[in-house]
């Protein structure tokens, strides 16, 4: 019994790196120990972050393949662009919560860095410079101040705003 509570943490990560690791081989994406390093600085698992709420979703819900069909119609989309789906990316960019405010304008925000952080610089890029200027520039605004741009500089999207 407690080497299966364990082992529980375990699978999950691991589950989640052979995740990443298939999608950066489909998109482009950054690898999977590249990510791994990008989402604990900017969704770090300590529980006194509010931020660590958000992974804790993440995890739960887009990071398992299971989840899918019990998700609601704007998280499938996320889901789906999580896995390099182009046409669910323009769907995720231009949901009813873009650029609103309170709670599910903060959600969509935080879902725009985790589509940066998956998808990589260059995938994200590509992606976004098909949107029209106001997608930009609510993603921009999304994303501008939740982004250590000096340590992490993803020049490609960057150069879109």
């Not at 999977?32 to 990008?38: E, G, V």
Request: proline share 5%; hydrophobic share 40%; aromatic share 16%.
């Amino acid at each position: 019994m407690i080497f299966k509570f364990m082992a529980i943490p375990f699978l999950r990560s691991f589950g989640i790196l052979l995740i990443f690791g298939m999608l950066s081989t489909i998109t482009f994406a950054a690898s999977p120990t590249r990510f791994q390093k990008l989402y604990d600085h900017y969704f770090p698992k300590k529980p006194e972050s509010v931020l660590s709420g958000y992974r804790k979703w993440f995890d739960r819900t887009v990071f398992n393949p299971r989840a899918r069909n019990d998700l609601s119609e704007n998280d499938r989309k996320l889901y789906d662009a999580v896995r390099g789906d182009p046409a669910a990316f323009h769907a995720f960019v231009h949901s009813n919560y873009r650029g609103g405010s309170g709670e599910f304008g903060e959600t969509w925000s935080n879902e725009c860095v985790l589509l940066l952080l998956v998808l990589g610089d260059e995938r994200f890029a590509h992606l976004l410079a098909q949107e029209d200027k106001k997608t930009k520039a609510l993603v921009r605004d999304a994303i501008f101040y939740s982004v250590d741009w000096r340590k992490h500089p993803f020049p490609k999207t960057r150069n879109l705003f």
